[in-house]
């Protein structure tokens, strides 16, 4: 369980004991109510979505703290391999990541020196009879949030989180 400190203060830091997290810098969080999760997540991409959202659907208390208040495009892989689609489907988000953002891609097509080499059909030559799935990054990690969100997830974006104080605690805090 996580307990996480509502409250806002703004202007000067708090004592240095205290754990702390931080809104740009400017805005500072300190102690008031608590609100018990099951589950906190530092992060609301693939990842910290789809854990929020699968817990979420077991009926955990789940709170995702997000530090992009919108997700930008940024140069990574936007490609899922045919293993990865087929983790995306036994997690359940399959379906909704083809959808909402993303294109199935049933081959794949070699070239060497500026000319077509052989083409694999992804679909009959994978174990799981899957191809890859395309997508923006960014629309990807909306959608997913999105869907967290839709499950009951409390999200909380533009939150950069810092511990100020690593002495051990009976139950963790976070505040936001």
């Known amino acids: 369980r996580y307990a996480v400190k509502k409250s806002l203060q703004r202007g000067s830091h708090p004592h240095r004991t205290s754990r702390s997290c931080y ?3 400017s805005q500072l969080f300190t102690e008031m109510s608590v609100t018990d999760y099951d589950l906190a997540i530092i992060g609301g991409g693939i990842a910290g979505s789809t854990l929020g959202l699968l817990m979420a ?7 995702i703290l997000e530090k ?5 495009d940024r140069v990574r892989g936007e490609t ?5 689609s087929e983790e995306a489907r036994t997690l359940g988000v399959y379906d909704l ?3 909402r ?3 199935e891609v049933p081959y794949i097509t070699f070239w060497f020196g500026g000319h077509a080499g052989g083409r694999r ?3 009959t030559t994978t174990p799981h009879g899957m191809g890859s799935l395309d997508f923006k990054h960014a629309e990807m990690q909306e959608v997913l949030l999105e869907a967290a969100r839709s499950e009951g997830v409390e999200v909380h974006r533009g939150r950069k989180c810092k511990e100020r104080n690593a002495r051990a605690t009976r139950k963790r805090q976070l505040f936001r």
């Open 80 to 84: 899922v391999a045919p293993w990865g």
């Open 57 to 63: 659907r077991q009926g955990a208390r789940v709170l």
């Open 97 to 99: 990541l083809r959808d």
């Open 101 to 103: 953002c993303g294109i």
């Open 23 to 25: 809104v740009n810098d």
């Open 121 to 123: 059909d992804l679909c």
């Open 68 to 72: 992009d208040r919108l997700f930008r």
